[in-house]
């Protein structure tokens, strides 16, 4: 047994110089972090024999990436961002932080700073009226008590009938099925909006470049995000994925789980003033109470913000 190149002494002491370990300036934590890439990096090329080609393909491959703003695609498709719900969903049970809706990821299509309304709103513009089958979705937010919560915020966002989402598909008008709902003294919300398609990765991109060479497809389930908070509640990233959908259980990215799964009604019945069919989606949520207070937060996640 050979000792492994990357794991000699001379090598290490390479590696941390190159991580700024020998330096008293930076920022100890990325010195940390940066080492083990270098060191996992290192070892993953000297085992799997990672040619001088893969290599610069590789870095290549990440400049594409950048370049097409796909990072986030990709950390979702290869179920990373499922593994950090899973590894929250783990520390929780080990504190006891139990109960209440489930948490999924939030993907990469959300936008600050959706229009605010109390109680109610419509979500889509009319771009796809007689397109688009109606869809009212609606229902209660409830805290762990299972008390009605007034004064919650529901921010969600959708796709439309392409599974394309408004400001990264710039033929959508700024915030079209994307909205802050104040839920009502009943800790209500109320929306009018359409039925979503499912989200397919562009053929042409890098994530689905990467997913073909893993004989993956990058579809997901039609489905709908939820951010939900409330001072001194937990705040909740979730999304409802739409029952009877192709990709339900098939999700590229991993998002749908148990507890998650919507209902979706048609109905065809001349109520509320819709001629022709329509839907109903009833969803609620629980949320926990926050232990402390920057729980009440989302992620600091750089985020896209629609401009003025
Ligand atoms: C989406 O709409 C989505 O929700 C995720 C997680 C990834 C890509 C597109
Ligand atoms: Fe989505």
């Known amino acids: 047994m050979t000792v492994k190149i990357s794991h000699t002494p001379a090598l290490q002491a390479f590696f941390e110089e190159a991580a700024g370990l020998g330096n008293d300036d930076g920022s100890p934590r990325v010195k940390s972090i ?44 290869l179920g990373i961002e499922h593994f ?81 989402y408004s400001f990264f598909d710039s033929s959508q008008s700024p915030y079209n099925l994307r909205r802050r709902i104040v839920t009502d003294a009943q800790g209500r919300y109320r ?29 997901r389930p039609a489905h709908v995000h939820f951010f939900i908070s409330a ?15 192709k990709y339900l259980w098939d999700d590229f990215a991993y998002a749908t789980r148990d507890g998650l799964v919507g209902e979706v009604v048609f109905l065809e019945d001349g109520a509320r003033g819709i001629e022709g069919r ?5 969803f609620d949520f629980q949320l926990q109470k926050a232990v402390v207070s920057e729980a009440e937060q989302r992620s600091a996640r750089p985020r896209a913000l629609q401009d003025a």
């Open 34 to 77: 940066v080492l083990r890439v270098l060191q996992e990096l290192a070892s993953l090329i000297e085992d799997l024999d990672i040619t001088e080609d893969e290599f610069w393909k590789t870095v290549d491959y990440l400049n594409r990436l950048g370049g097409r703003n796909e990072a986030g695609l990709l950390v979702a498709g």
């Open 84 to 164: 950090l719900d899973l590894l929250q969903d783990a520390k929780d049970a080990q504190t006891g932080l139990t109960g209440g809706t489930p948490r999924t990821i939030e993907g990469p299509l959300y936008v600050a700073g959706a229009p605010l309304s109390q109680g109610e709103a419509r979500l889509d513009d009319g771009a796809e009226n007689g397109v688009a089958t109606v869809m009212f979705l609606e229902g209660q937010v409830f805290d762990a008590d299972g008390k009605p919560l007034a004064g919650a915020i529901v921010d969600l966002w959708q796709a439309n009938t392409q599974g394309t």
């Open 191 to 219: 929306a009018r909006s359409i039925v979503p398609s499912g989200y397919g990765c562009d053929p042409q991109g890098p994530t689905q470049a990467c997913l073909d060479l893993l004989g993956r497809h990058g579809q």
């Open 231 to 245: 001072p001194g509640h937990r705040h909740l990233t979730t999304q409802i994925n739409l029952s009877g959908e």
């Open 278 to 282: 329509y839907a109903e989606l009833k």
